[in-house]
């Protein structure tokens, strides 16, 4: 639809600098920013952006993800959240959808993107992803030159394969089990270090023996082989 656009914006994985140029000029153009809520009211991704765009002249609308494992919870939220972007789309309105870390990796953005993409010109912004700038604070290499690099959930069912695999593991997603990895990678005797937080002023760096970890659910583990 002519003179909407629905945009999804990556903020980066916590500090404001590390948002891109194009994503602050997308942000700033819109006439509104969807900014995704958890169940306790945290909205980080628009707390990145308030440090660095005046959003105050914006309207602002709150998508409200379950962040479920219960399928059905998660789908009603995703088309409550899909109708909201969608009444300002039909009026002719930009819609700029916010996302921490890089908008196309574990993000709530992709269902709703699904839903609009044949009908809207939709425009997607890349940001920084988490693990690099964990990896960046951590002050260590995320791969050599024939080695691969595996990324996956703390819920993956088959971790123990995927860790004995070759190259370097990402481990994203891993609040609720995070301690049962932390005794599994102890038990194999990986080499890691484990970011909470990066770039936030609670930031957390723990390496291996040394682990001070809360629940947070923003924890980036970096297995190295």
Known sequence: MEGSIFYGVSTGPGD??????KAVKTIKKCNVIAAPRTPKGNTMALDIVK???DVSHKEIIYTDFAMSEDMAENSKKHDAALELIKKHLDAGRSVA???????????????????????YKCVIIPGVNSFSACAAAAGVS????????????????????????????IIMKSKKGLGDIIKKLDSR?????????????????????KTKLNDS???TILVKE
């Open 16 to 21: 404001p600098e590390l948002m891109s140029v």
């Open 51 to 53: 440090k660095i765009v």
């Open 97 to 119: 959808m916010l996302s921490i870390g890089d908008i196309s990796l574990y993000s709530t953005f992709s269902y709703v993107y699904e839903k609009l993409k044949n009908k």
């Open 142 to 169: 995320l791969t050599d030159m024939k080695k691969p690099l595996t990324i996956l959930p703390g819920s993956c069912e088959n971790i123990d394969d995927i860790l004995s695999a070759e190259g370097t593991k």
């Open 189 to 209: 005797n990986c080499d890691y270090i484990a970011v909470q937080n990066c770039g936030l002023e609670n930031e957390i760096i723990s390496h291996k023996g």
């Open 217 to 219: 659910y923003f924890t």
